[in-house]
């Protein structure tokens, strides 16, 4: 199992440096998962810190056998004002993860996809006033986090009944930065048109690839992450959503590769480590 770049007490540290000195960071804590700390505020993107999805399928067909560790326990991830969960997949919307969290920051809000609403109760339980809902097309404020959801693709723009998504990417503005989370996606239809106009500091986007024989939802490969990032004039391309599980991964060397071609900014980052926006 790969080590984490910094994890646990190391970790913390290094968010509470961050907090006193009044910087600006990003940190990637796995899968999807990533932390935005500004001294306007902070956003935990889609988290996915436990061991849910290994234990559920160890004794199966489909293992999920760690490629990672872990880097926090939620239960210790404290002073988050504002959660994002982009879709009801349990690497984006884990009840260990979620609950721990949500008890010990109590005043955090959980911003989800508008048609997800009776699912995410029905995992997580009574957390009906922890939620803001929103949906393509519209923002939200929330803790001074300024949000606009962006229609995903996974694998395609999926509508309940009254036509809400059930798939999301988010843009969030906080402290004077533009940030693009994108959930889990394929290039799609109306995704270019309907980021360009943010112009995002920051995208994550996903690398893993669309391979029908994994049994399971596809993303971006690293060449279309590149390319969707400079399609949107991201200032700078992180990837994720890869070294987690072992059958569910990808090198972010593709990733890199077309980025140096493309000349579009980016930055890989290892799980736990910190990047100073």
Known sequence: MKSAFQKDDTLLADIARTRQSGETKLWWLGQSGFLFLSPAGSVLFDPYLSDTLTVKYASTDKPHTRVTEQVIDPARLIGIDVITNSHNHTDHLDAETLLPLLKVNPNAKLVSPRANREFILGRLGDVADRLVEIDAGES??????????????????????????????????????????????????????????????????????????????????????????????????????????????????????????????????????????
């Open 140 to 277: 939200v404020t929330v803790a001074g986090v300024e949000f606009h959801g962006i229609a995903a693709a996974h694998n395609t723009v999926e509508r309940d009944d009254s036509g809400y998504c059930k798939f999301l990417g988010f843009v969030a503005r906080l402290g004077g930065i533009t940030l693009y989370h994108s959930g889990d996606t394929l290039w799609h239809d109306g995704l270019v048109e309907a980021l360009k106009p943010y112009a995002p500091d920051v995208a994550m986007v996903p690398i893993n690839g669309n391979l029908p024989e994994r049994r399971v939802s596809g993303n971006l490969n690293g060449r279309e992450a590149a390319a969707l990032a400079r399609e949107i004039g991201a200032g700078l391309a992180v990837p994720h959503h890869y070294d987690l599980f072992k059958f569910n991964t990808a090198s972010p060397s593709e990733f890199e590769t077309e980025c140096a071609r493309l000349s579009q900014p980016f930055h890989t980052l290892q799980n736990g480590e910190g990047l100073q926006l």
